[in-house]
T-cell receptor
């Protein structure tokens, strides 16, 4: 039941570069879209989240872009650092009861 | 503020044995989730609680898995009997309510041998 698709599966970026991860969803009832960062041996940690009433949200080096008509959203990591090397998951949920559904994840490696 | 606490962190058991995981959510969080995460994959929901009520357990293999959330706070997830394919990380998460920030514990890594 892959309701959220995520790409790429893995990504290698040079230090200082921009990392871009894309997600697409199917259920138009989704109205909350978080991104999680997970390091090996740790639980997912909430990074940034957006609701459909805005098209972009920025927190520090992390930006979510949201396209409601295309049912797509993306994470941009500016000035990527080796410490950003982790697995990133997009997710989607709705206030009408649909649970959090996660994408399959993107493994990001930032080279020093 | 303490985060979501899970125990144990690691568990190794023989197949057909029972196992239980415990979760203490963030204080004041009414919604509690149990997720299963296989290596290299995203978390998959097993069960969601709103206070004491299990409002979505459609993905919980009820022949061997059970869960409870006493007094709407702590929760336990049990597997009996465990199978080799149950080897995974079991994650607990909590949020104030649906579709809001969900915070995860560190998970319990189960290995069934």
């Amino acid at each position: 039941q892959q309701q959220v698709k995520q790409s790429p599966q893995s990504l290698i970026v040079q230090k200082g570069g921009i990392s871009i991860i894309n997600c697409a969803y199917e259920n138009t009832a989704f109205d909350y879209f978080p991104w999680y960062q997970q390091f090996p041996g740790k639980g997912p940690a909430l990074l940034i989240a957006i609701r459909p009433d805005v098209s972009e949200k920025k927190e520090g080096r992390f930006t979510i872009s949201f396209n409601k008509s295309a049912k797509q959203f993306s994470l941009h990591i500016m000035d990527s650092q080796p410490g950003d090397s982790a697995t990133y998951f997009c997710a989607a949920s709705s206030t009408n009861g649909q649970n959090f559904v996660f994408g399959p994840g993107t493994r990001l490696s930032v080279l020093p | 503020e303490a985060g979501v606490v899970q125990s144990p962190r690691y568990k190794i058991i023989e197949k057909k044995q029972p196992v239980a995981f415990w979760c203490n959510p963030i204080s004041g969080h009414n919604t509690l989730y149990w997720y299963l995460q296989n290596l290299g994959q995203g978390p998959e929901l097993l069960i969601r609680y709103e206070n004491e009520e299990a409002v979505d357990d459609s993905q919980l293999p009820k022949d061997r898995f059970s869960a409870e959330r006493l007094k709407g706070v702590d929760s336990t997830l049990k597997i009996q009997p465990a199978e080799l394919g149950d080897s995974a990380v079991y994650l607990c998460a909590s949020s104030k309510e649906r579709a809001t920030e969900a915070f995860f514990g560190q998970g319990t890594r189960l290995t069934v041998v």
